[in-house]
T-cell receptor, first 117, second 113 residues
């Protein structure tokens, strides 16, 4: 069963605009973590932001923030004031469980973001 | 800092040949992972390890074997390569589970002809 769903295969956004990348997940475990990674055309995977299921506040890291809606099981990534360098593939990922049982990390299919000058 | 290092970075194999991808991390991480990424797709977990001497199957383990004889190394083996195994392979590691960030290697491009 698909556990991480990213419904936007591709997006085009004007430079300096904010952009929201969607991610929904499916789990019955009350303990889980959600990650966002960026993959530029060079291929490396770059960690952006993390949200734990018990975190009370939405995670923020610089221009990145995570719009975490637990009841809807969504964890959308918001990039404020987009830049040309934000053009890349973006992956949402989830890790279920706690401690040593929280081992597997499953990824969504990704969203290709293109920033227009 | 080296982080997570994968070797080789590029390889072309003939169908039926065998090979081993080596992943090394210098961060004293307990958990290590092997993923594959096909064109335009996300990462799929092949195998993973939660500590030295342990391995477990991920989403797509068939056709691959792994070993974690040393904490810092995680080997991915293809015993009889098939064209369907043409992919980019990523190794990753993390200190532990839960909220620990996973760090990726730069990827290994494998083509099976």
């Amino acid at each position: 069963a698909q556990k991480i769903t990213q419904t936007q295969p591709g997006m085009f956004v004007q430079e300096k605009e904010a952009v929201t990348l969607d991610c929904t997940y499916d789990t019955s475990d009350p303990s889980y973590g959600l990650f966002w990674y960026k993959q530029p055309s060079s291929g490396e995977m770059i960690f952006l932001i993390y949200q734990g299921s018990y975190d009370q506040q939405n995670a923020t890291e610089g221009r990145y923030s995570l719009n975490f809606q637990k009841a809807r099981k969504s964890a959308n990534l918001v990039i404020s004031a987009s830049q040309l360098g934000d053009s890349a593939m973006y992956f949402c990922a989830m890790r279920e469980g706690r401690g040593s049982s929280a081992s597997k990390i499953i990824f969504g299919s990704g969203t290709r973001l293109s920033i227009r000058p | 800092n080296a982080g997570v290092t994968q070797t080789p970075k590029f390889r072309v194999l003939k169908t039926g040949q065998s090979m081993t991808l080596l992943c090394a991390q210098d961060m004293n991480h307990e958990y290590m992972y092997w993923y594959r990424q096909d064109p335009g797709m996300g990462l799929r977990l092949i195998h993973y390890s939660v500590g030295e001497g342990t391995t477990a199957k991920g989403e797509v383990p068939d056709g691959y074997n792994v070993s974690r004889l040393k904490k810092q190394n995680f080997l991915l083996g293809l015993e009889s390569a098939a064209p369907s195994q043409t992919s980019v392979y990523f190794c990753a590691s993390s200190y532990g589970g839960a909220g620990n960030t996973i760090y990726f290697g730069e990827g290994s491009w494998l083509t099976v002809v």
